[in-house]
């Protein structure tokens, strides 16, 4: 069996809230999470955020790992943007899926994902700023 390996993924999201009227509204969150894969092609969610601002928007974000041959690991990131009359709203704006090939070794992979609102009173928005890395586990 190879070698366990540790994902590390670090960073954070950040959003606008765009106000017709009054200034804009921001967040910022930070993102963190590790996880040990053990078994070659199995996927595990290691991060699930929501996080919701300025009334009527949410992001939520979900990170997924597979451990693939050659002790690479395949991070899958799902990010939604919500935007309605509150911040649990379900109306759902836009939803993306965007995948990073982590190589072993530890350095670090850079990822990047924006989510747009283009509908009636749109301009709102989040983006996701992420640093992934892939190391042995020591015993």
């Excluded at 070659?40 to 601002?53: A, S, Y």
């Excluded at 928007?57 to 690991?73: F, G, K």
């Excluded at 709102?124 to 892939?134: G, I, M, P, R, W």
């Amino acid at each position: 069996m190879a070698a366990a390996r540790a994902l590390v993924a670090s960073g954070n999201v950040t959003g606008i809230d765009h106000e017709t009227f009054g200034p804009n509204e921001r967040m910022q969150a930070p993102i963190f999470g590790r996880v040990i894969l053990t078994q070659q092609d199995v996927p595990e969610n290691f991060i699930t955020l929501k996080k919701g601002w300025g009334g009527e928007c949410r992001v939520e974000i979900t990170l997924t790992a597979r451990l693939l041959a050659q002790q690479r690991v395949l991070v899958t990131v799902n990010g939604k943007l919500f935007e309605g009359t509150d911040e649990s709203t379900g109306d759902l704006e836009d939803e993306q899926n965007a995948s990073a090939v982590v190589p072993r070794g530890g350095i670090p992979v850079p990822f990047s994902m924006s989510l747009y609102s283009s509908g009636v009173g749109g301009g709102d928005s989040a983006t996701v700023s992420l640093s992934f890395t892939n190391t042995v586990v020591e015993d």
